[in-house]
């Protein structure tokens, strides 16, 4: 697919910064085989990756943008992990992924999760304001984080983040914590957007999919740029790479999304729970990982 067949759009974050509405997420993506992907994510048509320092392949991220060319063509977001949190942290850390990403400016930084049993992500926010004015990253936002965390970054620096990065898929669709997103002017960036596959046997989407010719996958995904989410599935198949990024020929019904909507179920969660801090970085995994001592 060319730049010019590539149908994605771009939605505005509030600052203005731009991002494809599509992008390709690399986690659990081997360290070994990222600049494969990455490259082949490329071909495609791709033109948004999603990595985390906690991810731990973001070298090969800047390893294929480099070879093909790409670095500072493309919106690429990262991560700060947990266990950076902190005001000096947060700034250490931030160069460490820049440098493996090869990259002058990172368009997104994110805190990855709130951790707030440290209760650093005020002090670890302020920082990364701080790098955003000094150029080095051009948008700021946040992942995980519930409408509590986001009214304190408020209260204490006036700044709410651009964007936050939560579970969303069709058996767990969080409407509570979108809601607030959309009235604080925040957008929504659906992680997990296919439920690591499991939501595309629900019979609601399989129905669309017989309805409009399509794969459920392209009915879940399409299900997501209908509502306004930024989306960043993973693959590690070209085929599905590309069926990811096919979304814009096809229209799905007020009834058919309606549908989708409502097999919202609390108990459907894939990833961890940020109110108890269970997630994937949680401090066993740090521990196991060396990551802290
Ligand atoms: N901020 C956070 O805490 C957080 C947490 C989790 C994920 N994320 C981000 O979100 C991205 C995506 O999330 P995810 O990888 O957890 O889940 P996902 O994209 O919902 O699902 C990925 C799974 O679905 C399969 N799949 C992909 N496209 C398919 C298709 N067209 N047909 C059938 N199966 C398909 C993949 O298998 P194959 O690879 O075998 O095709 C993989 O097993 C991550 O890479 C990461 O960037 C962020």
């Known amino acids: 697919m060319t730049d010019e067949q590539n ?22 993506i081997p360290r070994k085989d990222t600049q494969k992907a990455v490259e082949e994510a490329l071909e495609i048509g791709y033109r948004h990756f999603d990595t985390a320092a906690a991810y731990y392949n973001e070298e090969g991220v800047g390893a294929a943008l480099k070879a093909t060319g790409m670095a500072g063509k493309v919106f690429v977001t990262t991560k700060l992990r947990n266990c950076d949190q902190g005001y000096e942290p947060t700034k250490v850390a931030f160069e460490e992924s820049r440098r493996k990403l090869g990259l002058e400016r990172v368009d997104m930084y994110l805190i ?28 700021a936002g946040v992942s995980n984080f519930l409408p509590e965390h986001i009214e304190r970054l408020i209260d204490e620096t006036g700044e709410a983040p651009a964007i936050d990065q939560i579970e969303v898929h069709p058996r767990f669709s969080q409407p509570d914590v979108r809601e607030y997103c959309h009235e604080h002017g925040i957008v929504v960036e659906a992680y997990s957007p296919l439920g690591h596959g499991a939501d595309m046997n629900a019979p609601e989407v399989v129905s669309a999919a017989k309805a409009h010719g399509v794969t459920p996958a392209r009915v879940v995904l399409r299900w997501h740029i209908q509502s306004g989410r930024v989306i960043i599935p ?51 995994d740090q521990f196991s990982r060396g990551n802290v001592s």
């Open 7 to 28: 149908a994605v759009e771009d939605v505005e974050l509030p600052g203005g910064v731009k991002i494809p509405q599509v992008g390709f997420g690399v986690f659990q």
């Open 112 to 139: 990855h999760w709130p951790f707030a049993l440290i209760d650093r992500y005020v002090e670890t926010w302020k920082a990364i304001l701080e790098l955003r004015e000094q150029g080095v990253l051009r948008a």
């Open 234 to 284: 993973k693959s590690s198949h070209p085929d599905r790479m590309r069926q990811n990024l096919d979304l814009f020929g096809f229209e799905l019904t007020d009834a058919e999304i309606a549908a989708i909507d409502a097999l919202h179920d609390p108990s459907g969660r894939v990833s961890g729970d940020p109110a108890t801090n269970v997630n994937s970085q949680s401090w066993a």
